[in-house]
């Protein structure tokens, strides 16, 4: 088969379409033909060099895919040959297989294609475990969302909305702010021209946010205290704008507010599969009844993965880059695998039943 290698740690010239083994699934593990893998973040610190795979996990990039399952391993129940799957993966996912545990592996949503499933399980499993599980977010509470605009953004807006959240969100520009807002977000402040702390304090009358979902890091700590209400979470997943800073320990012991910062890759398989199984749980029914919506910006053919990084890197996306093997995803659908953008989603203001 072939698939995304990294050769030499660097820009996106470095990703090469080459021949590697087939994967062989092991107790415990099935192999999906993928249709479609989705772009992270993620893949641009590994590409260059900053952001290495856990052990065991194969060294080709990709956190996501959707296909077809080909071959099922030992021990596997409730999976065959022919499901239409997508997966939370380790790595692997720029190729055309790609094997991974059974228990981290979700059906397709109904109404769903293999290329917008392919956009679901990262940003799904890392909004679910951190703003819900682990801050335990709940209706009728406010949260603020940093990147509104991004992968985990849009989904984090939607998501969120449809329990019954209150969401303000930051986005870099006009017109993104206003696919936010097309999301489901009250609020979205732009913050090249706007200073978040002032507008929440402003629109909230001074008592700030319950939870605070935050992809930027160090930068940003102090402002988001300066934002949290008491009682008040601040979830930490990513750290695009450096990893230290310094913390007023009093004012978070005057707020009685908690930080918890996590990633998901590097988390125990064991963990990663309750996740997963939350995740179908409580999310997939909103995936299929429509409340939660794809947000697509492109579709890449994936030998051309540089040019994926490429669009991630620019910055003016609203969404998910998804990598599509041409062959497989002209089964799926009859639009060419060209660079398209998604329509915004409905706006969604009740919880789910």
Same mark, same amino acid.
């Given at each position: 088969?072939?698939?995304?290698?990294?050769?030499?740690?660097?820009?996106?010239?470095?990703?090469?379409? #080459?021949?590697?083994?087939?994967?062989?699934?092991? *107790?415990?593990?099935?192999?999906?033909?993928?249709?479609?893998?989705?772009?992270?973040?993620?893949?641009?610190?590994?590409?260059?060099?900053?952001?290495?795979?856990?052990?065991?996990?194969?060294?080709?990039?990709?956190?996501?895919?959707?296909?077809?399952?080909?071959?099922?391993?030992?021990?596997?129940?409730?999976?065959?040959?022919?499901?239409?799957?997508? +997966?939370?993966?380790?790595?692997?996912?720029?190729?055309?297989?790609?094997?991974?545990?059974?228990?981290?592996?979700?059906?397709?949503?109904?109404?769903?294609?293999?290329?917008? +499933?392919?956009?679901?399980?990262?940003?799904?499993?890392?909004?679910? *475990? #951190?703003?819900?599980?682990?801050?335990?977010?709940?209706?009728?509470?406010?949260?603020?969302?940093?990147?509104?605009?991004?992968?985990?953004?849009?989904?984090?807006? =939607?998501?969120?909305?449809?329990?019954?959240?209150?969401?303000?969100?930051?986005?870099?520009?006009?017109?993104?702010?206003?696919?936010?807002?097309?999301?489901?977000?009250?609020?979205?402040?732009?913050?090249?021209?706007?200073?978040?702390?002032?507008?929440? *304090?402003?629109?909230?009358?001074?008592?700030?946010?319950?939870?605070?979902?935050?992809?930027?890091?160090?930068?940003?700590?102090?402002?988001?205290? +300066?934002?949290?209400?008491?009682?008040?979470?601040?979830?930490?997943?990513?750290?695009?704008?450096?990893?230290?800073?310094?913390?007023?320990?009093?004012?978070?012991?005057?707020?009685?507010?908690?930080?918890?910062?996590?990633?998901?890759?590097?988390?125990?398989?064991? =963990?990663?599969?309750?996740?997963?199984?939350?995740?179908?749980?409580?999310?997939?029914?909103?995936?299929?009844?429509?409340?939660?919506?794809?947000?697509?910006?492109? =579709?890449?053919?994936?030998?051309?993965?540089?040019?994926?990084?490429?669009?991630?890197?620019?910055?003016?996306?609203?969404?998910?880059?998804?990598?599509?093997?041409?062959?497989?995803?002209?089964?799926?659908?009859?639009?060419?695998?060209?660079?398209?953008?998604?329509?915004?989603?409905?706006?969604? *203001?009740?919880?789910?039943?």
């Amino acid at each position: 088969m072939h698939a995304i290698t990294i050769r030499g740690f660097g820009g996106p010239d470095v990703l090469t379409w #080459t021949e590697v083994p087939d994967p062989v699934p092991a *107790s415990g593990e099935v192999v999906i033909d993928v249709v479609a893998a989705g772009v992270n973040r993620a893949d641009l610190l590994q590409r260059e060099g900053h952001y290495p795979p856990p052990p065991g996990a194969p060294d080709i990039p990709g956190l996501e895919c959707a296909g077809v399952i080909s071959a099922v391993g030992p021990g596997v129940d409730g999976w065959q040959p022919g499901d239409r799957v997508c +997966a939370l993966l380790g790595g692997g996912g720029y190729a055309e297989r790609v094997a991974v545990r059974a228990d981290h592996v979700l059906p397709i949503p109904a109404g769903v294609t293999l290329v917008e +499933a392919a956009a679901f399980p990262e940003a799904a499993c890392t909004v679910w *475990s #951190t703003v819900f599980m682990a801050a335990r977010a709940r209706a009728g509470e406010t949260l603020l969302i940093h990147g509104g605009a991004s992968g985990i953004g849009t989904f984090a807006v =939607q998501l969120a909305t449809a329990w019954g959240l209150r969401v303000t969100a930051t986005a870099g520009t006009a017109e993104k702010c206003e696919r936010v807002h097309a999301l489901g977000a009250e609020f979205v402040i732009n913050y090249r021209t706007q200073d978040f702390v002032a507008e929440i *304090s402003a629109r909230t009358g001074g008592r700030g946010v319950d939870v605070v979902l935050d992809i930027v890091g160090g930068p940003y700590l102090a402002r988001n205290l +300066a934002v949290l209400a008491p009682d008040g979470r601040i979830v930490v997943i990513a750290l695009q704008g450096g990893r230290r800073a310094e913390l007023d320990l009093a004012a978070l012991m005057t707020k009685r507010g908690s930080i918890y910062a996590a990633g998901l890759r590097a988390r125990p398989p064991e =963990q990663k599969a309750e996740i997963v199984s939350e995740v179908r749980t409580h999310v997939w029914p909103l995936i299929g009844s429509g409340q939660i919506r794809p947000v697509i910006e492109a =579709q890449v053919p994936m030998h051309e993965a540089a040019r994926a990084h490429r669009i991630l890197e620019a910055g003016r996306h609203v969404g998910k880059v998804v990598l599509v093997h041409p062959a497989r995803v002209m089964t799926e659908t009859s639009t060419p695998p060209e660079e398209t953008e998604a329509a915004p989603s409905g706006r969604q *203001s009740t919880p789910p039943k």
